[in-house]
């Protein structure tokens, strides 16, 4: 069983960066490939980011793509997304995920994921 928890989140100005960390226990997560996504009031959770188990691939939502960059560091079993250049429209609960992939792949739907955090708040004022 793996647990993940957020954090990092919080109130920034529009143009203004934040880094999120997704913790991960009750396992290495060494053999996990991780995501990210955001659901903000009254609509879907969406895909933000998804990265391999190894870090050697990831993929990104058109609407974040150049602004947001994932990555992870296997020795802390933590995982982050750098969100940069933020907009108002990038308010959401973030939420990482986590599932076991020994492949290089990444996974970019809601329901690949076997383990997520609680989510952590993102708020961008204009």
């Known amino acids: 069983q793996v647990q993940l928890v957020e954090s990092g989140g919080g109130l920034v100005q529009a143009g203004g960066s934040l880094t999120l960390a997704c913790a991960a226990s009750g396992r290495t997560v060494s053999n996990y490939a991780m995501g990210w996504f955001r659901q903000a009031p009254g609509k879907e959770r969406e895909f933000v980011a998804a990265i391999s188990w190894s870090g050697g691939s990831d993929n990104y939502a058109d609407s974040v793509k150049g602004r947001f960059t994932i990555s992870r560091d296997v020795a802390k079993n933590t995982g982050y997304l750098h969100l940069n250049s933020l907009k108002p429209e990038d308010t959401a609960v973030y939420y990482c995920?986590?599932?076991?992939?020994?492949?290089?792949?990444?996974?970019?739907?809601?329901?690949?994921?076997?383990?997520w955090g609680q989510g952590t708040q993102v708020t961008v004022s204009s």
């Open positions: 995920a986590a599932r076991f992939s020994i492949s290089s792949y990444y996974y970019t739907n809601n329901n690949d994921y076997n383990y």
